[in-house]
C-alpha cells in the first residue's frame, strides 16, 4: 500500500473514532431525554476495536466475507456504515432510541448491512465457526451458484472467552476440520468490572493451538518495535512485556509524564534507556506506549495480509481501552462516557467544528474528492448489500403414514424416511443434525439413506468388517446429516448459520435439528438468538412431558411448552397424532421459506407471511391413531392451533381441552363424563402457541378499531355456554393452556406437571401428577350438575 492510501486509512480511522464517541455522546448529553436515565454506548470499548475495523473494512475484507462484530463495538461499525452510504444521520441521531441504531449490530432491526447479531456475549463469536461449516456444507453440493469462499470473522471481547459456549464450538470445529475462520481477540486486558488477569494472552494461545487453531500475537505497534531497535530498546521490551496489566493500564490513563517517571524509576538509571525516553516529549511517549499492536494499522494490515491458507486463526490484538480518549486506560472507563468538558477537549483533538459534528469529513486534512474516490474503491462495499436470495422449494404435501398405533417421534422419522426417498428438490436441502442423539430421536432411517456429510470420506468400519449393525453410516460430501457432539448450543448455532444460508451464501438449505426435549433449556440462549437473527429451521424436541418416564426427572419437561409460547420467531406445535403431524410438517417446511410484509390474515390474525422458525414437541409413547381424516377444514384447524374432536352441544357443561400424547385420557375421561354430562365436548389443541398469539393478535386489532376481528380460539369457543367449564390438560405445565379460560370467559380448571418427576411408568406418572382420566373425571364431577358457574375466567 502507498503512503496516499495509509494516510487515508489513518484519517479515516480517526473520523471512525469521532463518529463512534459523537453518536454515543449525543445519546447521552445531547438528545432530550424524558425520564434523565443514562442511555449508555461503550466508548471505550468502541475505541478499542477503531484501528482494527479500519483496517479490516477498508483493506482487508472481501465481498464474500462476513463479520460478526463485537457489541459493544456498535458504534464503530455503524459509522463505518455512514460514510459508505449504508446508514443515516437519523438513525445514528437516534442511536439507542425507538427506531434508531441498535445497541448492538442487528440483522432484523438496523438499515445498514449486519451479517450476524450480536449482543448475547460469546453466541455472535461461535456461530461465525458454524457459518463456515455451513459454507463448506453447500461448496461440497452441485448447485449453481457457487460462490467463492469467504472468511467468517468474529470481532472478540477479551472478556467474552469467558463465555463456555466459545469453548464448546471449539472443539466442534476441531472435530469438522474448520476451514476459514478468523477470531480477531480485541485483548484490551479490561471487563466490565475491572482488568482481566495476567496472563490470560498465554492461555488463549494454548486452547486455540490444542484445537489446531493458528495463533497470531499483535503486541507491538510499528513505533514501539522500531524503539526496540534503538540503544536501550530491549530493556523497554522487556519492562513492556513484565508490566502487569493494571499498572499499564493505569499509566496510560495518566499520560506521557507518569510513564517517563515510571520508566526513569524502574530501568532509567542505564544510560542508553534514559535516552532513548529523553529524546521524546510526553505525547511522543504517550503515543509511544500506547502505539500496541492493535492499533498499528501497518502491523494489523501486515498480518492478516500474511495468512495464506484456510486454516483457523486467533489474531490477540493488544489494544487500550479507550484508545485516544479521556477515558483511556482507566478502570471504570467500561460503561463510563466522556464528560461535556472532556467531550470538548477531544472535539478539539479531532478538529471537528461546532455544528459540523456529524459531518462525513469534518476534520480531516484530506480532501473531500480524494476521500470519496478512496471509499468508492473500498472491494468490501463494492457491491453493494451483501443479502442474498434463493428460489423457494415447493413441498410435495402431507406424507401418508398407515400406522395402527405409533408414537410422533416414531412417525417423525417415518416421514423423513419417506422423503428420503425421493428425489424431490425438497428432499436436496434438508439438513439435519443432532447433538448425538441421532438414532434415539428417530433421525436413523433418514441418516442410513443420506448418509453423513464430510469434506473427506470416511469409510463405515463395521460395514467393511461386516458387522451386522442397524446404522449404515458413510461420511462423504454428498451426505445430508451434520452429527454433532453433547452441546445444545452448538446445535442452535448450527441451526441459526445453516437457516440463514439463504440470505448468507444465496442458497436455500432446510435445517431440521432434534434434541431430547427437557434439555432445549440447556441450548435456550442460543435458540433465542437464531430467532432473532430470523434464521428458519425445525427443531423437534422428543421425547417431552413425562412420557419418558423411567428415566427420571432429568429426562421429563415440564416447561418447554412455555417455551414454545413465548419464543418470538417460533411457530411451537404439539400433535398428538400422525396425520396431524404430518399436516404440520409439511406447512412447516413451507413456513420456514416465506418471507412476506408480515401483513396479517384476516382469519386468524397471524402473520404467518413472515414465515419462521417451528419447534416440534413429540413424545415416544404410542397411540392407537383415528381413522383416516381429511378435509380443509381438519388441516386448517390443526394448522390454526385447534379443532374439535368433539363438538360440544349447546347445554354443555364440560368441555375438556388437551394438547399433546394425554389425547386418550382426555377421549376416554369424555366418554365416561357424558355418562351424566350433557354434550360433553373435546377440544384438540395443536398448538397452544398459535392459538393464544392470534386471541391477542385479535384484541389488538379491536383496540386499533378493527371491531369485527376475531381470532380462531374465539370462534371454537364463542358458541360453548358461559356456564360451561373448561377442564385443560396437557403432560407440562399447566399455564400452557389455563388462559383459555380468559378467551370469553369461562371457568378453568386446569390440570398438568408443575413439578420436577421421578421413574415409574406413564400411568404411575399420569395418576401422580392428576392428569389421567380418572383426574379428569374427578375435576368433572366438582362441578354441580345443572347449576351455572358464574365464575367468569377463573382459573383453577
Known sequence: MDNKSKATLKAIEKKLLWLASWTIHNANHLREKADGLKVGGHQASSASMVSIMTALYFHVLRPQDRVAVKPHASPVFHAIQYLMGNQTREKLEAFRAYGGAQSYPSRTKDIDDVDFSTGSVGLGVAITAFASMVQDYIGAKDWASRRPDGRMIALVGDAELDEGNVYEALQEGWKHGLRNTWWIIDYNRQSLDGVVREGLAGRIEAIFGAFGWDVVRLKYGALQREAFAEPGGEALKTWIDTCPNALYSALTFQGGAAWRKRLQDDIGDQGEVSALVDRRSDDDLQTLMTNLGGHCLQTLMDAFEEIDHDRPVAFVAYTIKGWNTPLAGHKDNHSGLMTPKQMEAFRAQMNIREGYEWDRFEGLDLPEKELEAFLGRVAFFKDGPRRYTAAKVETPGPVALEDKELSTQAG?????????????????????????????????????????????????????????????????????????????????????????????????????????????????????????????????????????????????????????????????????????????????????????????????????????????????????????????????????????????????????????????????????????????????????????????????????????????????????????????????????????????????????????????????????????????????????????????????
Open 412 to 796: 417423525f422419522g417415518k416421514i423423513l424416511d419417506q422423503l428420503a426417498k425421493s428425489d424431490s428438490p425438497l428432499a436436496e436441502r434438508i439438513v439435519t443434525t443432532s447433538p448425538d442423539v441421532t438414532v434415539s430421536t428417530n433421525l436413523g432411517p433418514w441418516v442410513n439413506r443420506r448418509g453423513l456429510f464430510a469434506r473427506e470420506e470416511i469409510v463405515d468400519t463395521f460395514r467393511e468388517e461386516r458387522i451386522p449393525s442397524a446404522q449404515k453410516w458413510r461420511f462423504d460430501k454428498s451426505g445430508q446429516h451434520i452429527e454433532l457432539g453433547i452441546a445444545e448450543m452448538n446445535l442452535f448455532l448450527l441451526l441459526g448459520a445453516a437457516g440463514l444460508s439463504h440470505s448468507l451464501f444465496g442458497e436455500r438449505l432446510l435445517p431440521v435439528g432434534t434434541l431430547y426435549d427437557p434439555f432445549v433449556a440447556r441450548g435456550l440462549d442460543a435458540l433465542n438468538y437464531a430467532a432473532y437473527q430470523d434464521a428458519r429451521f425445525i427443531v423437534v424436541g422428543t421425547p417431552s412431558g413425562v412420557t419418558l418416564a423411567p428415566e427420571g426427572g432429568a429426562h421429563q419437561s415440564i416447561g418447554s411448552p412455555l417455551i414454545g409460547m413465548s419464543q418470538d420467531g417460533l411457530a411451537a406445535f404439539e400433535p398428538a397424532y400422525l396425520d396431524e403431524l404430518s399436516i404440520v410438517m409439511d406447512w412447516a417446511f413451507d413456513y420456514m421459506q416465506r418471507d412476506g410484509e408480515g401483513d396479517p390474515d384476516e382469519r386468524t390474525w397471524l402473520r404467518d407471511e413472515t414465515g419462521g422458525s417451528v419447534y416440534l414437541r413429540l413424545s415416544t409413547r404410542s397411540l392407537e391413531q383415528p381413522l383416516p381424516r381429511s378435509g380443509a377444514d381438519f388441516r386448517q384447524g390443526v394448522i390454526d392451533g385447534a379443532y374439535w374432536l368433539r363438538e360440544p352441544g349447546p347445554n354443555a357443561e364440560v368441555v375438556i381441552a388437551y394438547q399433546g400424547v394425554v389425547a386418550p385420557e382426555a377421549v376416554e375421561a369424555a366418554g365416561r363424563i357424558g355418562q351424566d354430562r350433557r354434550d360433553i365436548g373435546v377440544l384438540a389443541v395443536t398448538s397452544a402457541d398459535r392459538l393464544n398469539a392470534g386471541w391477542h393478535a385479535a384484541n389488538r386489532m379491536r383496540k386499533r378499531g378493527m371491531k369485527g376481528a376475531k381470532s380462531h380460539a374465539e370462534r371454537l369457543l364463542e358458541a360453548v355456554p358461559r356456564h360451561c367449564t373448561l377442564i385443560a390438560v396437557i403432560d407440562g405445565h399447566p399455564a400452557t393452556l389455563a388462559w383459555l379460560g380468559g378467551v370469553a370467559g369461562h371457568r378453568t380448571v386446569a390440570l398438568g406437571v408443575e413439578h420436577f418427576g421421578q421413574t415409574g411408568t406413564i400411568a404411575d406418572l399420569y395418576r401422580h401428577y392428576g392428569i389421567d382420566a380418572d383426574a379428569i373425571v374427578a375435576a368433572a364431577s366438582e362441578i354441580a350438575p345443572g347449576r351455572p358457574v358464574r365464575l367468569s375466567g377463573q382459573v383453577a
